[in-house]
């Protein structure tokens, strides 16, 4: 499977790249992993915070594989437990759909153009998480899907 994450902004941080970096590594035995980061757009420079979204909406659908399976992550998404999550993504597979890629928007928020391009939304809860530490969850969390999938131990 070819999972692809979309984000705006880079992780700028050492300690949220070793963190994604090492999900990323252990991810490697399970699928392809593309980390695809858009620039974020500053609502000051860009004319407001509709100019900054439609800026950064045109960067995220272009960076979207074109046969994907998009997972937009939003805070009113559908909630998933792990498992839920883990058995969503062996649907997909078994489906015969190959390319998934997840998106995760700007601090303010994503244009309608991302929110029609999705196939479906995901939440990790009403919380408000940054947009760094949303990237390491997402990640730990696609790791754990395939773990829990193979019925492999790091699951518990």
Known sequence: MNITVVCVGKLKEKFWTEAVAEYAKRL???CKLDIREVPDVDPAKAGGEEAARAKEGAAICAAIPQRAHVVLLAIEGKQRSSEQLAHRLEQLALSGTSDVAFVIGGSCGVA?????RADETLSFGPITLPHNLARVVLAEQIYRAFKINRHEPYHK
């Open 28 to 30: 490697r035995a399970f």
């Open 112 to 116: 309608p153009e991302v929110y029609a």
